[in-house]
């Protein structure tokens, strides 16, 4: 079994099965979310959301950021990045492929330069 990608196919797997990191994906897909904000969106305790977003953050499923409130205090958001997956069996061999936004934005940078002739 072959990846295109950061993560083991069968660890990446272990992860989608759980229950918990799918309703984390499908959550902070809608849109940034802290911790907190997962945990009620999702009725799971915060310990629970910290160990899933790790998993989910171990194979790129999920991104963490750090924004600045009005008085000054930091807090994390974290947001899906993953697009798409898609699992090809072809003479034999199954092939995982994971596209993320991040590969997207940059796909359509590289083709929108080529348009320009920009490069």
């Not at 950061?6 to 897909?29: G, K």
């Not at 999702?42 to 750090?66: G, I, N, P």
Request: aromatic content about 6%; glycine content about 6%.
């Amino acid at each position: 079994m072959q990846q295109e990608g950061n993560s083991e196919p069968a660890a990446l797997f272990q992860v989608l099965a759980d229950d918990y990191a799918r309703r984390i994906l499908v959550a902070a897909d809608r849109e940034p979310m802290t911790a907190k904000a997962l945990s009620e969106a999702c009725d799971m305790s915060l310990t629970t959301v910290y160990r899933r977003v790790s998993a989910l953050q171990k194979h790129d499923l999920v991104e963490e950021r750090t924004t600045i409130g009005p008085d000054g205090s930091h807090r994390s958001t974290f947001e899906t990045v993953l697009e798409g997956l898609h699992v090809d069996l072809s003479e034999g061999e199954l092939t995982l492929t994971m596209e993320t936004r991040d590969e997207l934005a940059d796909n359509f940078t590289s083709l929108w330069d080529d348009i320009r002739g920009e490069r």
